[in-house]
């Protein structure tokens, strides 16, 4: 187990060098120009417009930007940002709480309603509570996030009133909206994807030795399939938490949540180099992190997996 979880390290590791990479390139194949972004569009003269150049090492070659960038980074420095004038890595820690609770919100509402509503759909099979459930999930899984997010919005908090339609960081109550808009889409899928499992689990011969020896539905449905069909679930769940910190980015911005979401689009519209490259190589490093946590539960589930 141990070979097991330093082989996923490593694999993890050259993951995150590869994608620091690609980041740094991509933001800086943009035609925007950061040092435009700093001065606000002022006229300045181009003596002080090199300083600004020389004092965030735009002045260097693309190489020598990224080898300080990495190297900041390998000591848990982000660089500062063009726009607040602060560090990335402390403005990332006041901003991270709110993401994290949002999407760790959603997630568990997720699994609450998707496990449960997926083990009825195959148990009930061709009824017409399997044929409603599955309507559900299709409308569900084809809404873009912020377009269900802009519904719920209209008709829970500014029809309705039962929820504040702008999060202001004063509790879970305004949070739950804006985790039901990010749990939507992973409750089709997740629903769909344990309907599926479990009916092939429940057509499985050892489910007919189980029922034929008189134990309760319940045991065998529970204990036996819903067991062996959690592989699958696993899979479909640890990459659609992967996916909500991208539709965080959404959801915190149509209900103003501040989060990193915020933080991430703003550092697009300014040209921040150091917010947009600290955000999403910490996204990309959660993602990954959630993977490594996946298959070393799939390796505790399925010892076939660690023996590969």
Request: aromatic letters at 8%; hydrophobic letters at 50%; charged letters at 15%.
């Amino acid at each position: 187990m141990g070979k097991y979880i330093l082989k996923r390290l490593g694999q993890m590791i050259l993951v995150l060098i590869a994608v620091s990479v690609l980041i740094f390139a991509m933001v800086r194949i943009t035609p925007s120009d950061p040092v435009a972004s700093m001065t606000k569009g002022k006229n300045v003269s181009e003596e002080t417009r090199q300083e600004l150049r020389e004092h965030y090492h735009l002045d260097k070659s693309y190489p020598e930007q990224y080898v300080i960038w990495i190297t900041g980074v390998l000591q848990g420095d982000f660089g500062e940002s063009y726009q607040y004038k602060q560090s990335v890595d402390y403005l990332i820690s006041q901003r991270i709480g709110t993401t994290l609770g949002l999407v760790l919100m959603a997630g568990l509402m997720a699994m609450v309603v998707a496990i449960p509503v997926g083990v009825i759909s195959a148990v009930k099979m061709n009824t017409w509570l399997d044929k409603l459930l599955s309507v559900i999930t299709l409308v569900l899984v084809a809404s873009p996030v912020f377009l269900t997010a802009l519904v719920l919005m209209m008709v829970f908090a500014l029809k309705l009133h039962w929820f504040p339609s702008i999060y202001q960081g004063n509790g879970i109550r305004e949070m739950i909206l804006p985790a039901i808009a990010l749990a939507m889409n992973m409750i089709a899928l997740t629903s769909r994807i344990t309907r599926t499992t479990m009916i092939e689990q429940l057509n499985s011969d050892y489910i007919r030795t189980a029922t034929a020896k008189g134990l309760p539905q319940r045991q065998v449905i529970l204990k036996y399939a819903l067991k062996n069909a959690l592989i699958p679930i696993i899979t479909v769940t640890s990459i659609q938490v992967g996916s909500m910190l991208v539709g965080a980015v959404l959801v915190e911005s149509v209900f103003a949540m501040g989060g990193l979401g915020d933080l991430l689009i703003s550092g697009i519209k300014s040209a921040d180099y150091p917010v947009v490259q600290g955000v999403t190589l910490l996204m990309v490093f959660v993602f990954l992190c959630i993977n490594l946590l996946v298959d070393i539960l799939y390796a505790v589930l399925d010892p076939r997996i660690r023996m590969k």
